[in-house]
């Protein structure tokens, strides 16, 4: 528990899909995907990864123009790559913009968090793909936080931090009943004394029920007896009337 952190220090694909880092199998797809992929980040990409911020979420009519004008706020900014498709060239929502100064990555990383661009929220964090050890992109079942509520949930980032593991030893030997044995020999008398009365309450109503019976076969035998009075004195008439 010293070492714990709300944020990953290494990425790890088990650890980044539990939610206090607690999980010992993997709960989706993705994450096996991500403990088989073997990455290594673009050699292509240039710049300075410590003062880059990935920015995401944008709306795919966004441009860099766009990103310049709103990022500029912060500071001076040296360069701005908008990730867009290869085949169709259109923008996939997200950009890394690189600043000139730590001061300004600061700043941005603090405020544009959560500011609104063309009627969409942007998500914005520090560049990860180069500076966290074993980053695994999403798109190959890593990455870090995300909206959906099912599926490929990932915590570890600054959307879905790590939540502290809850260690209460006591308290579940309590609920399983292995605690002291004065309150099993407690819970054991209480079942007993359950037990007991209902027990009792079923012999009485066992003792009630032939009084019952025998009531409603009282009140048959007397209608039948009725039935038959009247059947008869419905002959007598008849043959009177003949």
Do not use: C
Not at 88 to 107: D, I, P, Q
Request: no cysteine.
């Amino acid at each position: 528990m010293s070492d714990w952190a709300p944020i990953a220090k290494e990425y790890d694909p088990l650890k980044a899909g539990s939610i206090d880092g607690t999980d010992e199998e993997p709960h989706d797809r993705a994450i096996w995907r991500a403990m088989l992929a073997r990455y290594e980040p673009n050699k292509g990409v240039t710049g300075d990864p410590h003062l880059t911020l990935f920015v995401a979420r944008l709306n795919l009519q966004t441009t860099e123009e766009k990103l310049k004008e709103v990022f500029s706020r912060y500071g001076d900014i040296r360069k701005i790559r908008l990730v867009r498709d290869l085949v169709t060239g259109f923008s996939k929502g997200y950009a890394f913009v690189e600043y000139k100064e730590e001061r300004a990555l600061l700043k941005a990383h603090r405020d544009a968090n959560r500011l609104v661009i063309d009627q969409h929220e942007i998500f914005v964090d520090f560049e990860l793909e180069r500076t966290l050890k074993g980053w695994i992109p999403r798109r190959l079942g890593g990455g870090f936080g995300g909206k959906k509520e099912s599926g490929q949930l990932r915590f570890g980032g600054r959307d879905r931090p790590f939540r502290k593991p809850i260690n209460l030893p006591n308290m579940k030997n309590d609920f399983y009943g292995e605690g002291s044995s004065e309150k099993r020999n407690w819970s054991r008398e209480g079942t007993r004394d359950w037990r007991t009365r209902d027990r009792d309450h079923e012999r009485s109503r066992d003792k009630r029920w032939p009084e019952r019976d025998r009531s409603w076969a009282w009140g048959d035998s007397e209608r039948e007896r009725d039935s038959k009075e009247e059947r008869s004195r419905g002959r007598e008439r008849k043959d009177r009337d003949r």
